[in-house]
């Protein structure tokens, strides 16, 4: 299982009509080409100091390579060009593959 993530900071005077908008028009749309996909919002408990804003996390759970390229390629663009429409500022966004290894 590989897992596609997009980490946000939203500024605080968008985040609930971002994260509204995040549930009910982009996740719905995007979730039925993966396994999974989750949101996430980020409490930093140590080493990050001066996020300014609210961090979330947009997982996408892919069970194969079709999945993790379809994210890849077309999701995340996707994802990006919805959000800048809507909010064409107050955002930030990068993205990373995270690769299960192993469970305890």
């Not at 379809?70 to 064409?88: A, D, M, N, S, T």
């Amino acid at each position: 299982m590989n897992i596609y993530n997009v980490t946000f900071i939203v500024e605080n005077e968008i985040e609930k009509d971002w994260v509204a908008y995040i549930d009910s028009e982009i996740l719905p749309e995007l979730g039925k080409n993966v396994h999974q996909v989750d949101l996430l919002k980020v409490t930093f408990e140590d080493g990050v100091n001066n996020v300014k804003g609210t961090t979330f996390s947009l997982q996408f759970y892919c069970k194969d390579n079709d999945m993790i390229n379809w994210v890849k390629e077309i999701g995340h663009q996707i994802l990006l060009q919805k959000l800048y429409r809507k909010f064409p500022k107050n955002w930030v966004a990068f993205a990373s593959k995270l690769e299960f290894i192993k469970s305890y």
